[in-house]
């Protein structure tokens, strides 16, 4: 579940818990009451069915409309993020300068929660290890086509430098890639770097690289299956437990 989400079940959790009353016997303080108060009076108010009032605040999600002002913000000049992976901690130093549009778009999903959960599905032993496409169907669906103008290549990509992927001219969306060599190679077909790991290189290097290049098929199994499909045909895949912005 992204953040956004979340704001909502634990409004629904505490509503219940003191609703129902509490079982563990705990005595209640002032401002546990205020809040159960405050839910159960939404609870009150609310005119429409359950299924009709989850399903907007489901709409109300950011990482379901590229449009939303939420993920359309102006990141800062330099910013940093704190990738925890299942092999560790990587950290990436974002420069907006090298990048304005990759940026601001790699800005507004970490801070959304896009790439939680997001496996390292391509991982080429001494070329690049790619990532970016969410786990939730419905989340890869709303982004698919909510491609990035490309931005000037400033920067090189060098051994540890994050570029977006592509297919062609203004075709970026959400996937990124980790070079794990000097590949500036790439320099001159637009790959546009945003952002260098400064920590944790040697994690990005220990990502499972075994199953080589995907079969075709993948990434659209990806975008409309989810995570499930990987679990089952790439149980071994490692994968960003969570993306976070950072001081």
């Known amino acids: 579940m992204n953040r956004f989400g979340k704001a909502s079940v634990v409004l629904a959790l505490v509503a219940c818990v003191f609703a129902c009353g509490n079982d563990t016997g705990a005595s209640e303080t002032a401002a546990q009451k205020g809040i159960a108060a405050g839910a159960v009076e939404i609870a009150q ?102 491609k990035l103008e490309d931005d000037s290549v400033n920067e090189s990509n060098k051994r540890g430098y994050v570029s977006y992927a592509m297919a062609g001219k203004n075709t970026r969306t959400t996937q990124l890639f980790i070079n794990y060599k000097d590949n500036s190679r790439l320099d001159g077909m637009g790959f546009s770097p945003f952002a260098k790991v400064i920590e944790g290189m040697d994690t990005v290097d220990m990502l499972y690289s075994s199953y080589g290049e995907n079969p075709p098929e993948v990434q659209g199994s990806i975008q409309s299956i989810g995570n499930s499909y990987l679990q089952e045909k790439y149980p071994k895949l490692d994968y960003i437990k969570s993306a976070t912005v950072v001081k």
């Open 45 to 146: 108010n609310a005119d429409k069915p359950a299924d009709k009032a989850a399903e907007e605040t489901q709409e109300k999600n950011p990482l379901l409309d590229p449009k939303d002002p939420a993920v359309n913000q102006t990141a800062p000049d330099v910013f940093k993020v704190k990738l925890v992976t299942s092999k560790g901690d990587v950290l990436l130093e974002v420069h907006r300068d090298w990048a304005p549009k990759g940026a601001d778009r790699f800005y507004n999903l970490v801070n959304a929660g896009f790439y939680d959960e997001c496996r390292f599905f391509r991982v080429i032993d001494n070329f690049m290890v790619q990532f970016g496409l969410n786990g939730d169907p419905s989340v890869s669906a709303a982004w698919k086509n909510a």
